[in-house]
C-alpha cells in the first residue's frame, strides 16, 4: 500500500513537472529570441548566432514534448515515459552544451569583436552592408569606431574625416573634418559598448540553459522511477 502511494505521488508529482517543463520550453524561445535580436542587431557577430538559434529550437522541442511526457505518465504508459526519459536526457546534453558555447563565446568575445570591427572598418566604403551595419550600431550605441573615432584615420583621403553616424547631430557631412572633435562627434569607441551588452545577453543565455537543464534532471529522475513502478506492475490509478 505504501508502494502504491509513492507511485501515485511520483505520478503527478510528473504531470506537475511536465507542466514546468512547458514553462521552461517557452521560457528557453523567449530566451534564445531575445539573444538572436540582441546578436541581429549589427553583422559584427552574425558568425556566432548559432547557438540562440539552437536554444529556440530546443524550448520549441520541450515545449511539445511537455505535453508527451504528461500524457504518458498520466495514462501511466510505460513505452511513452520511457521514451520521454530518453528524449528529456538528449535535450539535457544539448543544453548543456549550449551553455558550454556560451560561455566559450564570452571568453573569445573580445577577440571576435577586434578582428570583425577591424574588417568591418576596412570594408565601410566597400560594402553597404557593412556600412548599413556601422551606422546604425554607431547610431544605437552613440559610439565612434571600433576603439574610438581614431579607427576612422583612413576613411577619407584628409585623413580627418568620419562616417555621420559618429555625429551626435546626423546630418549630411558633419563628419567632414570632425575626427577627434568630441563636441561634433563621440570620441569612445563601440567595441566596450558592444562587448558589455553581449556579454550580459550570453551570461543570462547561460544561465537560462543550466537553469533548465536542472530541473529537467528532476523530471528524468521521476520518469524513472514512475517506470519502474510500472514495469513491477504497480497499481497506482
Known amino acids: 500500500m505504501a508502494v502504491e502511494g509513492g507511485a501515485k505521488c511520483v505520478k503527478y508529482l510528473l504531470v506537475f513537472f511536465n507542466l514546468i517543463f512547458w514553462l521552461c520550453g517557452l521560457a528557453l524561445i523567449v530566451v534564445g529570441t531575445l539573444v538572436r535580436i540582441s546578436f541581429s542587431h549589427t553583422a559584427i557577430i552574425k558568425d556566432y548566432t548559432g547557438s540562440p538559434i539552437v536554444l529556440i529550437l530546443v524550448g520549441v522541442v520541450i515545449f511539445f514534448i511537455a505535453f508527451f511526457g504528461c500524457c504518458g505518465a498520466w495514462k501511466e504508459n510505460r513505452c511513452m515515459v520511457s521514451m520521454f526519459a530518453v528524449i528529456l536526457s538528449l535535450i539535457v546534453i544539448t543544453e548543456i552544451g549550449i551553455a558550454i558555447a556560451g560561455y ?12 570583425s570591427f577591424n574588417a568591418m572598418v576596412a570594408g565601410y566604403n566597400k560594402t553597404q552592408e557593412d556600412r548599413d551595419s556601422f551606422d546604425a550600431l554607431q547610431k544605437q550605441f552613440k559610439c565612434c569606431g571600433g576603439n574610438s573615432s581614431a579607427d576612422w584615420v583612413n576613411f577619407s583621403t584628409s585623413h580627418i574625416t568620419v562616417p555621420d553616424s559618429c555625429c551626435k547631430n546626423v546630418t549630411k557631412g558633419c563628419g567632414i573634418g570632425a575626427l577627434g572633435n568630441g563636441t561634433i562627434i563621440y570620441t569612445e569607441g563601440c567595441k566596450p559598448k558592444l562587448e558589455t551588452v553581449v556579454k550580459e545577453n550570453i551570461l543570462w543565455f547561460a544561465v537560462g540553459a543550466l537553469v533548465v537543464a536542472f530541473v529537467q534532471i528532476t523530471g528524468i529522475v521521476l520518469a524513472c522511477i514512475l517506470m519502474q513502478a510500472i514495469r513491477k506492475g504497480y497499481e497506482v490509478m
Open 104 to 115: 566559450v563565446l564570452r571568453e573569445k568575445l573580445p577577440d571576435v569583436l577586434d578582428k
